[in-house]
């Protein structure tokens, strides 16, 4: 994965997280509830064009956010598959940090460093995450 994508994820990855769990629990939620009918009312024709679209609008609008969950899933994964990476005590933190939703200049307040230190730290965990 390149860095620039690398560094992306790492500042999207906290609404990430979030959002895996949100459309996971959306998509286990299946709230399909039909009405069965009996006798001559279930020989009448219906007009279901209607409800077959809205239907399969639905299915289309589910497929979507599927796709993305598993994009979503794929980029969390690929920065946790390499945490292990990132030994040093200063990187651990400011990557913990990044990960917890923490902007640079909270990080900078935080952690008592200049705003230019976090970014020189960061483009090294950004390098040591994509295996320069």
Sequence with gaps: MNKHKIYKILKDYHWKVKEIKRIDNFLEDTDFKGVAQYGTE????????????ALENEILRRSKKSERLMEYI???????????????????????????????????????????????????????????
């Design 42 to 53: 279930a020989a009448m024709p219906t007009g279901q064009g209607v409800v077959s679209k």
């Design 74 to 132: 794929k980029e969390v994964n690929y920065i946790n598959e390499r945490l292990h990476l990132v030994s040093d005590d200063k990187q651990k933190v400011i990557l913990d940090c990044m990960l917890d939703g923490m902007s640079i200049t909270g990080i900078s307040k935080h952690m008592g460093f200049s705003r230019p230190y976090v970014h020189k730290i960061q483009d090294s965990i950004v390098n040591t995450l994509a295996g320069d």
